[in-house]
Structures are given as C-alpha cells and as structure tokens.
C-alpha cells in the first residue's frame, strides 16, 4: 500500500486582528505522495503561503492558531510537536525555499555560512566539512566559481543568484519534501526558466516530493503532476494537471485559465483583451453562510447563496466544490 507521505486533514487557521477573525484556511484537506510534485494554485490571498507556514511551524502566535486540523508527515503530526522537535525536521526532512530572494537570505551573514548552517545543525558536520558540501551546492545549483562566492554577501548577487543560494540551502540536507513558494517571482523569464529546469533535474536525482505553491499556471504545466486549486481559503477543485488544463470542473478554475494570456497567431493583428474575473474576494472576516465564489460566479443559483458545497467527485480522481455536480442542467458553456 502506497502511503502518502504528507496528508493534511481538514486544516483551519485563523489570525485574531482588530477588524476580526481572518478565516486564511478554512478546512482545507490534500495529501502528497512520496516523489510526487503537487501545485497549490489560487490568487493572492487565497491562503497558500499559509498553508506553507503551518507544515513548517512558523504561524506567528499571536496573532495567528491552527484552529482544527491535522499536518500528517510520515504519519507523524506535526501539529501540537514540540519546538525542539519541529527543528529536528524543518531543514532536514522538509525544507522551504521562500517567497522572496531578496528578503529571505541574511544581509549580514556571508551566502557560504548561510547554506553550511543546516549541515552544522542537522548533520553533525564540522565547520570545514559543511563549507566543502556547501561550495558542492553552489556549483550543483550553477553558481559561477562557487568557492570563491562562499564569502560573498546577498548584496553582492543577482536576483538570480540569490534564488539559487535559496535552492542550495534548502536541498542541502536532501530533504524528503521541498515546499517551493513561488520560486520564480521577480525573476525574468530566462531565469524563470533555467531556475525551473534546475528544481526539475534537482528534484528528480534525489526523489523527492514537491509542493509547488504559485499563482502561475504555466509553471504548474510544466512542473507538476497534480493541482490542488485554492479560493478564499477553501479547495475549490483538485485533479490530474491534464484534467485541470483539458476539463476544468469550477468556475473559479475556469476563469484562471481564460485569464491566462494567449499566444497571437501569425498574421493576426487583433488585439485580444484578456478575459477577468468579476467582482472581488470576499473579505475572510466574513462568515458566509454559501459558496464563497457565488458572488462571482456565471452559474450562481438559489443554493450557492444557502449552501456550502462540499468537495463532489466529478470524475477519476477530480473533485470540485460546486453544486452545479448536483445540477448539470445549470451549466452553460
């Protein structure tokens, strides 16, 4: 039997701010095989990064709390583990590469130090042990004359060179699971690509998972193999990355894909005006008795404003959060 190798239950988490409760996640569930590349997609806000911090232990408390839920890793929960024992599985068994390269790496602390520490903390390396494997990496991610960077600052490298530092701390220990927060923001498309085609060949020599968070639907294409699609902080869908692409269930989903910029055909001079998603997010202090996209939504009937749907099995392995399983005949094309 094939266990998974995270199963997160039913996950709520929620910040206690001055205008109210934010409801960030709200009972979401997934699980991710082991050597499997899992996509978490959704718009700003949706509660991605959030999910992210909560594997990892780092909701800030306050103002943050895991409301209810289980974060099954090896069938260990990790919810309710003990600070010490947190540490003794973040860097090592599942690692993080952060949102922004810019920010996340020390400004004061040599890039050299920096991917060496978690070797030093989790592999009993000595200093000049950890340094040897941390120059290996920086050329492993294809940093130029890695030894000679081991002294350089964040300052002194590109965008670019940062993100691949970022890459290199976190495989460092060979972690069983890398959680990959939009690792291609800010970067141009060249480096979008050589940064992807680097996590791609990385990923496949040390066979492990992946959870790929972002908003760019053309990373998930080309990376994944499962999609896992965020609203408001629910699950809204969950399929095949080629049932996602090929048979969208949600309206939610449907209107991410139609927003995505088209290549112009040869010789046609139209512009085409990309299609959008009207109205706005609800706000997350709100309760909300039906579906929250409702207000959204092209298909919204009597029962999305009553109901909160659940996730229906629409067909192999695709489940959407939609009453519009229940009635087809609602649907129009």
Avoid at 88 to 109: C, H, K, W, Y
Avoid at 164 to 183: H, N, S, T
Avoid at 192 to 210: D, P, R
Wanted: aromatic residues 6%; positive net charge; glycine residues 8%.
């Amino acid at each position: 039997m094939n266990h998974s190798l995270l199963d997160i239950e039913n996950l709520s988490v929620y910040f206690d701010t001055p205008e109210g409760v934010v409801r960030a996640v709200d009972g979401i569930s997934f699980d991710l095989a082991p050597g499997e590349t899992l996509g978490l997609v959704g718009e700003s806000g949706c509660g991605k990064s959030v999910t992210s911090l909560s594997i990892l232990g780092l909701i800030p408390t306050p103002p943050g709390r895991i409301k209810s839920g289980r974060i099954k890793f090896e069938d260990r929960d990790l919810i309710g583990l003990d600070t010490e024992n947190l540490r003794r599985i973040r860097g090592r068994d599942i690692a993080m590469i952060f949102q922004e390269p810019m920010t996340s790496l020390n400004p004061v602390l040599p890039i050299g130090r920096q991917v060496a520490e978690p070797l030093m903390v989790h592999k009993d390396l000595t200093k000049s042990e950890a340094f040897q494997e941390a120059a290996t990496w920086l050329d492993r991610v294809k940093i130029p004359a890695a030894r000679k960077r081991l002294s350089d600052y964040p300052h002194q490298l590109s965008g670019g060179m940062r993100q691949r530092v970022m890459i290199a701390m976190a495989m460092v220990c060979r972690p069983k699971l890398l959680i990959a927060d939009e690792p291609t923001t800010a970067l141009d498309v060249t480096i979008q690509a050589q940064i992807l085609s680097l996590m791609i060949g990385l990923k496949q020599e040390l066979g492990m998972s992946l959870l790929l968070i972002t908003h760019d639907l053309g990373v998930v294409a080309q990376m994944a193999s499962r999609v896992v699609v965020m609203y408001a902080g629910q699950v809204v869908e969950e399929a095949a990355v080629t049932d996602i692409f090929d048979q969208p269930f949600h309206p939610y989903t449907q209107g991410l894909l139609k927003s995505m910029p088209r290549l112009r055909v040869r010789g046609d001079s139209r512009s085409q005006r990309l299609n959008e998603i009207p109205g706005t997010v609800p706000l997350l202090t709100e309760v909300i008795r039906g579906c929250k996209f409702a207000d959204r939504c092209p298909h919204v009937f009597k029962r999305c404003r009553q109901q909160q749907p659940e996730l229906f099995v629409i067909r192999n392995g695709q489940r959407a959060r939609c009453w519009l399983k229940s009635y087809p005949e609602r649907r129009t094309t």
